[in-house]
Structures are given as C-alpha cells and as structure tokens.
C-alpha cells in the first residue's frame, strides 16, 4: 500500500512539473557527432535530442517527421524504452513507416533495470548493422538518461559521477531511485564504485521542482 502511494504521488508530482518546466537545454558532450548526422536539420527538430556518439542518440518521443529526418541523416534503428501498450504500436508504426528497424525495450521510471535488459540494450546499440541507434523515451530524461549513462559506464569507461551530471542536465528525476541505483549498481560491478545521490538531494530536488511549477501558476 505504501509502495503504491509513493509511486502514485511521485508520478503526479513528476507530471506536474514536466508540464510546468519547459524542456532542459541541450547536454554537451566531448563526442564528435557522426559524419551522416545533418545537425542542423536534426536537432532542431527533435525534443531533448543529443549525440551520444557516432553510432547512439538520444532524444524524447519524436514524432513522425522526425523519425523522416533522422532515417535522411543516416540513422538505421530505434530503441523504445516507454512501456504503453498504445505507446509501443504507435511508436513501431511510426519507425517503421520511416524505414526504419524498430526495437521495444519496455521500461518503468519506478522499477530497477534489470540485467537481462541492459544487455539486450547494449546488444542491439553495439551491433553494427544497428548502427546508428536511436534511444528515446517519453520525455527523453529518466529511462532514457538511465541507458544512456549505462553505455557510457561500459563503452566509454565514464565514472558513474560523470554520467549522473548528465542525466541531470537532460532532466533526469533524482526520485526514480531504481533507475539511478541500476546505473551505480553498473559502476559497482565494474570495480568503479561511488556513492548514489541520498535522501537530501531527492528533496531537494523535488522542493525545487515543485517551486518552479508553482511560480509560473
């Protein structure tokens, strides 16, 4: 019971201020963005929409004309990480009326991701004939800043510290626990371990957002 009241008022919280808060500017990376990436139409176009590295992107939910743009700029595969039912058929309707190859990895914000999905994950993202790769979620923030701090830990030996900054800068939610545990969870493993945010930080945060969502009332 009280597992279902946290997630019911962490979800209402978090809608809340994601409707208030406008999106979070764009990250900068030390990655050179891949030569079949046209920058300029791409990401201008594409909510929260980031180079991860020549062979992943990153962004939220793109739309159909989207999808059209980054299949002209080179891009072969999707990842979606959202775990509707109508959000599934929709999202593999839209990717592969763009011609491109359609990949569903249903995650949760409000659930720990599990082994096997990660390397599912970094299968289908290291696979060349994948290559480049498209990560989205919804909002391009939680799920999406989980997998793709993941990938950096793995691929890209980042410390689990460099990778939490960015999640934050996309947007990631410090209340979504188990994602954030699963990626020092990942560093751990790795021999590379470090200390998750604490209590203080998620409140301190939450009592920011909520700030922000109420001044603009």
Same mark, same amino acid.
């Given at each position: 019971?009280?597992?279902?009241?946290?997630?019911?008022? &962490? *979800?209402?919280?978090?809608?809340?201020? $994601?409707? =208030?808060? %406008? +999106?979070?500017?764009?990250?900068? @990376?030390? +990655?050179? #963005?891949?030569? &079949?990436?046209?920058?300029?139409?791409? +990401?201008?176009?594409?909510?929260? =929409?980031? #180079? #991860?590295?020549?062979?992943?992107? !990153? *962004?939220?939910?793109?739309?159909? &004309?989207?999808?059209?743009?980054?299949?002209?700029?080179?891009?072969?595969? #999707? $990842?979606?990480?959202?775990?509707?039912?109508?959000? $599934? !058929?929709?999202?593999?309707?839209?990717?592969?009326?763009?011609?491109?190859?359609?990949?569903?990895?249903?995650?949760?914000?409000?659930?720990? +991701?599990?082994?096997?999905?990660?390397?599912? =994950?970094?299968?289908?993202?290291?696979?060349?004939?994948?290559?480049?790769?498209?990560?989205?979620?919804?909002?391009?923030?939680?799920?999406?800043? @989980?997998?793709?701090?993941?990938?950096?830990?793995?691929?890209?030996?980042?410390?689990? @510290?460099? &990778?939490?900054?960015?999640?934050?800068?996309?947007?990631?939610?410090?209340?979504?626990?188990?994602? *954030?545990?699963?990626?020092?969870? $990942?560093?751990?493993?790795?021999?590379?371990?470090?200390?998750?945010?604490?209590?203080?930080?998620?409140?301190?945060?939450?009592? %920011?957002?909520?700030?922000?969502?109420?001044?603009?009332?």
């Amino acid at each position: 019971m009280a597992s279902r009241c946290f997630n019911f008022f &962490a *979800s209402a919280l978090v809608s809340s201020t $994601i409707f =208030f808060a %406008s +999106v979070p500017a764009q990250a900068q @990376t030390n +990655v050179p #963005v891949a030569s &079949a990436l046209a920058a300029d139409s791409v +990401v201008d176009g594409v909510p929260n =929409f980031g #180079v #991860v590295s020549p062979t992943l992107w !990153r *962004s939220a939910q793109p739309s159909q &004309a989207n999808f059209d743009a980054m299949k002209k700029a080179g891009l072969k595969t #999707v $990842i979606n990480l959202r775990d509707g039912d109508k959000d $599934i !058929r929709v999202g593999k309707q839209m990717a592969e009326e763009a011609g491109l190859k359609y990949v569903s990895l249903p995650l949760s914000v409000f659930k720990s +991701v599990k082994p096997h999905e990660i390397d599912q =994950f970094l299968k289908v993202v290291n696979d060349p004939e994948n290559q480049p790769v498209l990560v989205h979620c919804r909002q391009g923030q939680d799920r999406t800043g @989980t997998m793709v701090a993941i990938y950096r830990l793995t691929e890209q030996q980042w410390s689990a @510290t460099n &990778a939490y900054q960015e999640m934050l800068k996309y947007g990631f939610h410090p209340i979504f626990i188990g994602l *954030s545990n699963s990626m020092y969870s $990942i560093a751990n493993q790795l021999g590379r371990p470090e200390t998750p945010p604490g209590a203080d930080e998620i409140v301190t945060d939450l009592k %920011s957002r909520f700030k922000r969502a109420m001044s603009i009332l």
